[in-house]
């Protein structure tokens, strides 16, 4: 049999060319891959049910003991606050614009985030002292609800606790640099001090509600 003219066959640099871009191929498709499961991870991160999250773990929010979301008043409404329906851990909804009447401490929060978990039990610590002349309202943004439950029952946090796991709340209740952010809520709705970060201490947190709020807490 007649071998093919040195024309008619590859070159070696030819060859090398082609298996070159055969691998390029391949690692582009095996990089897009992972892109697109990397994106399909982080959309399911927070992924909860729209209308009762706490639900999904009924043994978890038994434990965890909180309160009620407090039914607000839609005819007294702040301006300041996000008007839209956030779910409650213990389940149903509530706005938190409609909070209005009381004293209201707003503390938005992640299990992820080690600095707003170091404040939680100043938190939970506050609501204790204050009673009904202070209303405090976690909201829990970007989570699972085993992770913020689970979170809850460790700090000892009692008080009714939201859930944006979207991260919706960003714009209005002014987290876009990240968390913690306290927001303090005079009765008729007006934020009246914003905290960016994690609050300094216990000490300062009780100051701050007392000069912007009101609240009488006595000695430490």
């Given amino acids: ?17 082609a298996d070159g871009r055969r691998r390029t191929n391949l690692l ?7 892109a697109v499961l990397a994106i399909l991870a ?5 992924s909860r049910s729209s209308t ?8 978890l929010v038994r434990e965890a003991a909180l309160r009620s979301c407090p039914s607000g008043s839609a005819s007294a409404a702040s301006s300041e606050l996000p008007a839209d329906e956030l779910p409650c851990l ?13 004293p ?28 009904r002349r202070l209303q405090i309202v976690g909201v829990d943004v970007v989570d699972t609800d085993r992770a913020a439950l689970e979170t809850l029952i460790a700090s000892n946090v009692h008080y009714p606790v939201v859930v944006d796991p979207s991260g919706r709340t960003r714009g209005s209740l002014g987290w876009t640099s ?16 914003r905290i960016v970060g994690r609050v300094p201490d216990e000490v300062t947190l009780r100051r701050l509600v007392e000069q912007y709020l009101a609240v009488d807490l006595g000695p430490a």
């Fill in 1 to 17: 049999m007649a071998r093919p003219a040195a024309h008619d066959r590859p070159s070696l640099a030819t060859a090398t060319v």
């Fill in 28 to 34: 582009l498709g095996s990089g897009l891959a992972l």
């Fill in 42 to 46: 982080l959309a399911g991160l927070g």
């Fill in 52 to 59: 009762s999250p706490g639900a999904t773990d009924p043994d």
């Fill in 90 to 102: 213990t389940g149903g909804t509530v706005s938190l614009a409609s909070l209005t009447g009381t």
């Fill in 104 to 131: 209201l401490v707003v503390n938005v929060w992640g299990s992820w985030c080690p600095p707003c978990r170091d404040e939680l039990p100043w938190f939970a610590a506050l609501d204790d002292e204050a009673g």
């Fill in 178 to 193: 990240g968390t913690p952010v306290t927001l303090l809520v005079s009765p008729q709705g007006e934020v009246v001090h």
